[in-house]
């Protein structure tokens, strides 16, 4: 084992004698138990046997962030970078790089072949594993365990989940023998406080020495209307008791980007830096901005020199990486974040305050997971520094303190399957095997494995169903059957229709003093036979008659719930195969397979990644790319490929040959989504210009203040949208089957992208 300066925890060293033996490991621990020096014993022990390692992580930030810190530990030389628009030394020995990056590469597509790609690779560390349950891109993880070669050593790092040994099992089944360690195992314990309003100059303990909710605590006022646009704000007064406590720095969670900056404003006036920690901050800031000089005029400088800051996708990456390097060196004593913060980047705080236990979504407010909160609660306590870290819920109007204790008390959820088959997964399955290895392939993900954990309620709904169904069958005294029985009902049922109309009849005529026809005598006659046969029948005295129909009832109806239930087992089991026959069905409408092998427009396709990988294609293949300058096909490339936006945005004026080039898109987007539409494919397609106009401006060379002077929306978001631009024109240049003029067009736009501030990590 590598000899680290320091005395490893019991279950560092458990995990790194696995990786000794030649095991792949799950690692499952709290945040900031120390899960990183597994990864790096698995890194010394590349570098001491001539292998490779590929480190992976979920987002470029953190990536980047990886390959800093390696660099200057094991020597640039050594370690390489690879994430969707950055290359750096991908030969290397440790190579850093997204987790969709190495998917991609084990699809062998535009990265090259499989073998080549992996050569030399013993080790792949899959940080932040349990991004597998992210809704968008969990399928990735699952994707890439599955292709990985069984002789590439996996080392998983999650934070803690409820059901690690499942995934474990999983792991053991598709990859190779893999063990789990899984502790609970805090190097700095954790203390719960909680600030209420109604005594903003302290804040209290969450629960008492015996472990029950602090009494003291009082719930929030309910307060609507104008009385609560007008409420005052208590954030000054946390972060002063904090403050006052030695408990800074803080992680102070926010979950609204706006709220991140007015909450930043609020406190910037509490004096939380002395003059020679100011004196510190001046000088970082101004040698940094000499290297990033697109951020001299960052508004939020000022705040900075005060020691508060905020984080979020709506700053520029500088700036952020900035905010980072500061809050490291101890020289910002409060951060305002939204929840991304929490995912892994080296931030370490004495404390985290969370603004709410509730938050918004684009389905509406929900509350807090047990797995969000650990995340965003293990931020606090920095280890070697810290003897305890310190966890700060705030009030609200909208939750109750039980409910956080609640909360707090709560252990991990479990990691849930994202799978999900796409157009390309499906066109590069069938380049490479079989309709019938494919299918082996999909039945191999963790959420079939774990189909019958997820099917557990509908099997015990099923099961009370056939309960029911069983105690509700009576038996006949009189031996006679349910078939008996419903012939006795249906005789019944005649008799009394029948005798209704008889004595009807026998009215009418009466009224008009007419005797009775012999029809009628004949039809007065049928029905006494009907009563005779009627009380031939034991269930016409029988005393459970009643019961007995009843029971009949229900069992019939819920026959029929067992019978739909049933059908939504088999749906649910076979989930997976379904959506890839179904991307499959689309596939061939439109020419892209034949004989399940991708034809040359499928094997174009297949080496596309975006959120639909067909719409994308079916528009190159149109040829309305190819007329276009490269300030219109980024215009027309920014459309297709930015979300649908939260915020509604007024669409800015863009030239006349992209509106043209957009609605025959529109065209496209209506044949793809009704073919769509038949096979139940639920595959986005969108069209949105929001910052269209923003980049044909930019492609043209206008300055980024005037870029950012046409909008109101955080220039992160600009940055991310343009650089999403970059990822698909890159693609546009390595594809196969591209016109050579439209790949010289997408190079000369990702040039004229790829500048201050756009062009910085």
Known sequence: MYDFP?????????ACNYINEGKSVVVCAPTGAGKTVIAQHAIHRALEEGSRIFYTTPLKALSNQKYYDFSEKYGQEKVGLLTGDTSINRNAQIVVMTTEVFRNMLYGTNFGAVADNLKGVKYVVLDEVHYMNDEQRGTVWEESIIYCPTNVQIIA????????????????TVHSKTELVNTDFRPVPLKFFYFDSSQPDRILPLFTPTGQL??????????????????????????????????????????????????????????????????????????????????????????????????HAGLLPAWKNLVEKLFQKGLIKVVFATETLAAGINMPARSTVISSISKRTDTGHRMLTASEFLQMSGRAGRRGMDEVGYVTIVGTMFQEPEEVAELVLSGANPLESRFSPSYSMVLN???????????????????????????????????????????????????????????????????????????????????????????????????????????????DNCKLYKKHTKSIEMIVRTQSKLKKLEKEIDRQRDIFWNKFLAHRSVLYEFGYLKDDYPTSEGIMTAQIRSENELFLAEIIKSQLLEELTSAELAAVICAITTEDLRAEIPYLPFSPNVRKTLNKIRDIRRRVEKIQGQYMVDAPCYINPYFSSLIELWVEG?????????????????????KRVVDVLRQLTVIDNIPEALVYTARDAIDKIQREPVNID
């Open 6 to 14: 320091f005395e490893l925890d019991d279950f560092q060293k458990e």
């Open 157 to 172: 790092l999650s934070a803690t989940v409820a059901n690690a040994q499942e995934l474990t099992d999983w792991i053991n």
């Open 214 to 311: 602090n009494k003291k605590i009082k719930p929030e006022k309910r307060v609507w209307g104008a009385k609560r646009k007008k409420q005052k704000s208590f954030v000054p007064d946390v972060v002063r008791n904090l403050a006052n406590q030695d408990m800074l720095p803080a992680i102070y969670f926010t979950f609204s980007r706006k709220k991140c900056d007015e909450q930043m404003e609020k406190c910037s006036g509490l004096e939380l830096v002395t003059r020679g920690e100011q004196a510190q901050i001046r000088q970082f800031i101004d040698e940094y901005i000499a290297e990033n000089p697109h951020l001299y005029n960052n508004k939020h400088i000022e705040y900075l020199l005060q020691g508060v800051a905020s984080h």
């Open 702 to 722: 206008s300055e980024w203040e005037n870029i950012i002077e046409q909008i109101d929306m955080g220039e992160g978001d600009i940055v991310r949208s343009f």
């Open 429 to 539: 399955l069938l380049q490479r095997f079989s309709l019938d290895e494919a299918k082996e392939l999909i039945l191999k993900s963790f959420g079939y494995f774990s189909s019958s954990t997820r099917l557990t309620p509908l099997i015990a709904i099923k099961n009370s169903y056939e309960t029911e169904i069983k105690n509700a069958k009576l038996i006949c005294p009189s031996k006679h059957t349910d078939d008996d029985m419903a012939e006795y009902d249906k005789i019944r049922s005649i008799y009394v229709q029948n005798r209704r109309t008889y004595k009807k009849i026998c009215k009418q005529e009466k009224n008009k003093n007419r005797p009775l026809s012999d029809d009628a005598i004949n039809f007065g006659k049928e029905t006494k036979d009907l009563l005779h046969k009627m009380h031939s029948y034991a269930c």
